[in-house]
Structures are given as structure tokens and as C-alpha cells.
């Protein structure tokens, strides 16, 4: 296995973020510990409190450990509230220890600068790394470009795309470009984002899915759906295999431009080719339904979904237990609401609360009864459903 190749998967560890449709489940609190559990509250540190974050960070660092979980340092930047000074103020702390010789140290803090909007801070370390004696690769320069993406300076990773390979003798690859690509997308140069693709190619370096994925995403977002389908046949040109990631961004494009027939036969094109669809691709096209207020269209994709063994989300059943309110096909409604709860999936106390009222408001009380009961009983959703009748009876 080649060191590359190990340096490319630690970078994607460090920037890769989940796309999925994810379900958020109310849990108990954890426990509490000096440094890490406290609530960032809307309110800005006071110099006091500020100072004791302060020194119980340096006072945990202390422990190995401790230094190497970013979860720590990725709290104590929340808890600090960006105060740049702050945060400084421990970053520079860590420079005593012997992982300040490690490149992957040395990135998390670039990158931990650039989460902060502290790009300078982020390219002074980066420029300070020789004399602490950590050596730089491609590696850390990627991250120095994902910080200032993170920083939202744009504008000036084209210049260090530029300056910097040469002057340290670097050479950008596949992981580089895309983060170049990216950051031009956000700075809305999609048409200098496409050229980069020629730019690698001319480098040797083949563009690959995280590529084609940042630029038709792009293209989807601004509108141009004519351009993304042209992009998506260039993408088979290449021979760029699309992943479920890839046939998702593509999907969610045709959805929003209510392009129906061609994201069904997308969906079934997934199929064809043993991509199986998940939650997050049942969603767009239950979406799809609910909006144009296709009710037998959107149940059917729903039914669909649980035929092909796809676990409903939030998503999946806030769309539809409002939808079923709206039609008052009551019955499904609350079957909805107690498959989620039976499932463990979450939705908002007001869903559940909308449930129960139309229920009630259609003479069904037992029904409505036996939501409010059957919530109660699942102590970690916290659901406090109440019966209508019985607000109007303390009223009266």
C-alpha cells in the first residue's frame, strides 16, 4: 500500500461528511465532564469563564490521550465562541507536545483554524511547520485549502494552488483539485470549476467521482439543469462509474426541476445497475408526490420503499403524516406515527400533537387516547402529547 494512498484516505477521514438523510434520535443527556459537556449557550463567554475554558483545555492536554481525540478541540472552539485570541491561545499551547511533529496533528489544528474563520492563523502554522521540525506533504496542503474553504476565503485558493506546489516543491493531486473545484463552486466561478477538469487531466490526474459529484451538485443548485445533463453524459465519457452518492445529487436535480418521468427512470436505472436506492432517494421521490399533492403516488412510493426493505426516516414520516392530516385519511396518519415510534425514528412533538387533535377533532378519542399513551410509554422521546378534550374540561 503505497504512503499516498494512506495519506489520501486520513484527508478524506478529515473532510468526509455524511450526505445521507440521517435520523436524529432524542437520547439521554451524557454525562458531564469539566471541559466538554457543557451547552454552548446564544451568549458570549465572560472574560471569567473564558479564561477557565482556557485552562482546563491546557490542563486536559496535558494527558496524550486527550491530545488525540479532535472531538476536544472541536468543542473547545465551540464553547470558545470563535474568540480568536482564545483559541490562539491553546492552539499555540499544543506546541510543546511531541504530536506537534506529526503532520496529522499539525492538519487537525490548520483545519481547526479554518472551522474558526482564522485563515491567516491556519497558513502561519502551515508555514511554521519546518521549525517544528513536521514535515509537509501534499497531505497538509490539501488541508491548508480546505481551511480556507471552511474560512469561506475563496478567492485566495486559486493562489495558493498556485504558489505554493512550486515553491515547496509539492504536486496537487486528485484530492487537491477537488478542493480547488469545490472552492470555486462556492465562489459561484462554476465555469472556472469545469476547466479545473482539463487543468488535471493534463497534470495525468484522473478526475473522479467526488469530482463530477462537486460540479453537477453545482450545476443542479444553480439551475442549469440543461448543462447537468450535458455534464452527466461527459461523465460517462470519462468511464466515471456513478456511485449512489453520484445518482442522488442527479436525482434531487430532476426532482427539483419536476422532471417526473425522467426520475423514475433514473430510479430504475439505479436498480438495473445494483445501486439500491436508499432512504435519502425514496424521500425525493415521496417528495416529489407530496408537492404536487399526488396522495395514491406518494403512499405507493412509501409502500415501495418498505417492500424493498428502506427504513423510513424523520424525513419519510414528517412528509407524510402531514400529508395524511391534510387528506384526512386519519388511520394512516396515526399508523405512521406508531410505526416511527415502534421504529425508534423521531419526529417533532408537534407532528405527533397535530395527530392527536385532528383525531380528536373527528370524535376518534380512543385512537387519539392511545397516540398520547403509547408516546408517554417511550420515555426517551420525550413527547408531551396532550388530548384536547381534556384542556377544554380544566377550562371549563
Known amino acids: 500500500m503505497s504512503s499516498s494512498s494512506s495519506l489520501y484516505r486520513r484527508l478524506h477521514g478529515l473532510f468526509a461528511q455524511n450526505h445521507k438523510v440521517t435520523v436524529k434520535l432524542n437520547t439521554d443527556k451524557p454525562k458531564t465532564t469539566s471541559l466538554t459537556s457543557t451547552k454552548p449557550t446564544s451568549k458570549l463567554p465572560d472574560e471569567q469563564e473564558l479564561q477557565t475554558i482556557i485552562d482546563n483545555f491546557k490542563k486536559s492536554s496535558e494527558s496524550p490521550k486527550f491530545r488525540n481525540r479532535i472531538i476536544n478541540y472541536r468543542t473547545a472552539i465551540r464553547r470558545l465562541k470563535n474568540n480568536s485570541s482564545a483559541i490562539q491561545d491553546i492552539f499555540e499551547h499544543q506546541k510543546q507536545y511531541p504530536e506537534i511533529s506529526n503532520e496529522l496533528f499539525v492538519s487537525r489544528l490548520i483545519l481547526l483554524y479554518g472551522t474558526a474563520k482564522m485563515h491567516e492563523h491556519a497558513r502561519k502554522l502551515f508555514d511554521e511547520m519546518p521549525t517544528l521540525k513536521c514535515k509537509r506533504t501534499v497531505f497538509s496542503f490539501n488541508v491548508l485549502l480546505e481551511a480556507c474553504i471552511r474560512a469561506e476565503k475563496y478567492d485566495i485558493i486559486r493562489e495558493l494552488f498556485r504558489e505554493l506546489p512550486e515553491e515547496l516543491s509539492i504536486e496537487p493531486d486528485v484530492v487537491s483539485y477537488n478542493t480547488l473545484i469545490k472552492a470555486l463552486c462556492k465562489a459561484g466561478s462554476l465555469d472556472s470549476a469545469v476547466s479545473v477538469i482539463d487543468e488535471m487531466e493534463n497534470q495525468g490526474i484522473k478526475p473522479d467521482k467526488v469530482t463530477f459529484s462537486t460540479l453537477l451538485n453545482t450545476y ?27 445518482y442522488s445529487v442527479r436525482l434531487r436535480g430532476l426532482v427539483a426541476n419536476n422532471q417526473v418521468n425522467e426520475a423514475i427512470e433514473l430510479f430504475e436505472e439505479m436498480g438495473k445497475k445494483e445501486i439500491i436506492p436508499n432512504a435519502f432517494s425514496y424521500n425525493l421521490m415521496i417528495k416529489m408526490y407530496v408537492d404536487d399533492r399526488n396522495w395514491e403516488e406518494a403512499k405507493r412510493w412509501y409502500v415501495k420503499m418498505v417492500e424493498n426493505g428502506r427504513y423510513p426516516d424523520s424525513a419519510t414520516f414528517v412528509m407524510l403524516i402531514h400529508f395524511a392530516c391534510d387528506k384526512d385519511n386519519l388511520d394512516f396518519a396515526l399508523e405512521l406515527c406508531k410505526k416511527s415510534i415502534d421504529s425508534n425514528v423521531t419526529v417533532h412533538n408537534a407532528t405527533m400533537q397535530r395527530v392527536v387533535n385532528i383525531l380528536a377533532e373527528h370524535s376518534k378519542l380512543e385512537e387519539a387516547k392511545e397516540l398520547v399513551n403509547l408516546a408517554k410509554s417511550y420515555k426517551r422521546f420525550r413527547y408531551k402529547l396532550l388530548l384536547p378534550w381534556l384542556h377544554m374540561r380544566f377550562m371549563w
Open 220 to 246: 443542479h443548485e444553480s439551475k442549469k439543469f440543461s448543462e447537468a445533463e450535458d455534464f452527466w453524459v461527459l461523465m460517462q465519457k470519462k468511464n466515471v462509474a456513478a456511485d449512489m452518492g453520484i
